[in-house]
DNA sequence: AGCGTTAATTGATTTACATCAAGGCGCTGA
DNA sequence: TCAGCGCCTTGATGTAAATCAATTAACGCT
């Protein structure tokens, strides 16, 4: 779907089709193939990246060279580097395509553009970012609270269209565990269920 | 300090004088005595919360009992469950009093006039919030990819004024780990420096 | 001063998960 | 068609941190 933006602002931040056409000159779309990157460690983020269609993921690499599945990213999401795009640091993040993936890119000024033509977009911006501490808030709980099994029950409840489309070791790297660990979670599970 | 907030808003969100006197009627000041409760699980959080002196805490408690410690907030900080404020649910944790402590306390309808009375409030509301998430992202990361020595270690490089401040218990509910590993930690550190 | 309570330490043991290593299974592509 | 490569699984072993238990240390309270 190419205009996957327009609809999702049209529905989410109320900005009628006019208003829309107006900013649209400040978007740039983009396409990548799985494996390409979106953005690399190092680099400073310059845009704010919404997913029209496909799959991203963001990650960051450890002194050992392992890597840590920060976040994924489907149709309808943001993704990018807040910190680095904010404060105009150098990322310590890659995003990069699971699936083929349109997205659409805009910096603050189209942010400023849409405030300024529909106010009500400066409302839905400020939703996007309580809720992401929210999410974020939620999955730090987690990882301090909840076994490996908790965390996977939890992912595949919370994200459970993206089990099928995202490997198994992201799924194992974004709980913060080894493959190989996943693997026998879901078998003791299997076990577990099939007694019932 | 009776007037911190004032001094932390002229600074920061460079409101005046005769700005923040227009405002005052919004804020209400409370203090809390060691162990007291500033919210309780259950209750919807209404208010954000300054700190103008001493320190709080948010604990979330499992299913098994144990706590979970979220966030510290000593002076100039601010805490609260935005999820639940924002959302209007009953909060999952629980704020409480380490220190004697005097906060400032204020809803929406400050943030909006304080929006009003001078836009670039606004800017640095969302300072706040983006600084929010970059903190939330960065504990994500470590809780990840670093053993419980390297959390704790970084724990004192970034707060470390807190670690006199809060029993050390309660660094280790915050670090993810319990009060008898922590110990070990440190004597193992103890022992390191002493070799050199 | 003496008591009770809560915090910190230390040791012995257990456990969840990581690591290392090997094998199978399904792609994809010359 | 089958060689090669990811991905997943399984088993054997290792290890960081949890748990259990006991001791000491520090703190308020009457």
New binding site residues.
Partial sequence: MADQFKKYLADKAMLSEDEFRELEPFLTRKHFRPGEFVLLEGDVCKSHIFVESGLLRSYSVDE?G?EHILQFAPENWFIGDRGSYYFGEPSQMNIQAIEPTDVVMFDQLFIEKAMCSNPSYGVFNERLLQNHIRQLQGRINLLLS????Q?YLHFIETYFDLTFRI????I?SYL????????????DLARKNQKV
Avoid: C, F, N, Y
């Avoid at 909840?146 to 099994?149: K, L, Q, S």
């Avoid at 490997?167 to 992201?170: A, E, L, T």
């Fill in positions: 050992a392992k909840a076994t490996a099994e965390r490997p198994q070791w992201m194992a913060g565990i080894t493959p190989e660990s996943l693997s026998r979670v879901r078998k």
